[in-house]
C-alpha cells in the first residue's frame, strides 16, 4: 500500500534543543497532519494543514505544507521531556476517505 | 469529550483461537478503520468502513475479518489467531465530511498471541 516516507526514523536528543522531521511523497495531498503517540496510547492529532506553503503553529510546534503538496515538515523548538513519543505524517488525497500515514519518528530525550 | 473505545487494552490469545477486537465511537462518525501497528512499519491499514454493513480492504487484509452492525461499532475478527499477528492493534473514525478531516484514535489493544 501507499505510505509516506519519513525521516529520520529515530532522533536522540538534550533536552532543550530544536527538532526537526519530514515526510516526502511522490503523490500530491490535499491535506497534510501530524500526529503524536504517547507510550502506550493511540495516536492524537497536533496539527493540520489544507493549503500549499502554509505554515501552522501549535505552541512550540511548527508544520508547514510544501508548496509542492507531496512533502511537509514539523519543526519542535525547545524539546522537553514530554515530547517523547513517535510522531506520524499523514496525508490525505483529493476524494479520498483513508489517509496515508508514514512510518513514524520516535523521538527520545536526554535530561 | 468525544471518544473511540477499544474494549481491552491488553490480550493474551492462544495460537487457533477466534478473537474479536471491540471498537466503538460516540461520535457519530461514517468511517471507522482497524490498523496495525508494528515496530519499524508504521500504521497498516487492515480494513475500513465507510458506512453501516460496508467494509473494504486495506493493505493487509489476510487473516483478518470485520463486522459493522451498527454504526458506532466496528469489529475487527482473527479468524484464527497466529504468532504473527501480535501486534497493537489501533481504531479511529472520521466524519464523512469535515471535521478537518484527521482521525480520532483510540488507546490501543495490545495482543499477544501465544
Known amino acids: 500500500g501507499q505510505q509516506l516516507n519519513q525521516s529520520p526514523q529515530s532522533m536522540f536528543i538534550q533536552e532543550g534543543e530544536d527538532v526537526s522531521m519530514n515526510c516526502t511523497s511522490s503523490s500530491i495531498f490535499n491535506t497534510w497532519l501530524w500526529y503524536k503517540q504517547d507510550p502506550g496510547e493511540g495516536p492524537v492529532l497536533l496539527i493540520a494543514l489544507y493549503k500549499a506553503g502554509e505554515l501552522t503553529s501549535n505552541g512550540r510546534l511548527t508544520a508547514q505544507f510544501g508548496i509542492t503538496r507531496k512533502d511537509s515538515f514539523l519543526n519542535i523548538s525547545a524539546s522537553i521531556p514530554s515530547d517523547v513519543g513517535i510522531y506520524f505524517c499523514a496525508g490525505q488525497i483529493q476524494g479520498a476517505q483513508k489517509l496515508v500515514f508514514g512510518q513514524g519518528t520516535r523521538l527520545t530525550i536526554n535530561p | 469529550d468525544v471518544k473511540v473505545t477499544q474494549s481491552s487494552r491488553y490480550l493474551v490469545k492462544r495460537t487457533g483461537e477466534k478473537v474479536f477486537l471491540e471498537c466503538v465511537q460516540d461520535m457519530d462518525h461514517e468511517n471507522m478503520f482497524w490498523y496495525r501497528q508494528d515496530p519499524g512499519l508504521g500504521l497498516r491499514l487492515i480494513y475500513f468502513s465507510y458506512d453501516v454493513k460496508m467494509k473494504e480492504k486495506g493493505d493487509i487484509p489476510e487473516g483478518y475479518s470485520v463486522s459493522r452492525e451498527k454504526k458506532e461499532r466496528f469489529s475487527l475478527i482473527l479468524e484464527s489467531a497466529s504468532t504473527n499477528q501480535t501486534s497493537m492493534y489501533l481504531c479511529?473514525?472520521?466524519?464523512?465530511?469535515?471535521?478537518?478531516?484527521?482521525?480520532?484514535f483510540g488507546s490501543g489493544t495490545r495482543l499477544t498471541v501465544v
Open positions: 479511529a473514525s472520521r466524519p464523512r465530511t469535515g471535521g478537518g478531516y484527521g482521525y480520532t
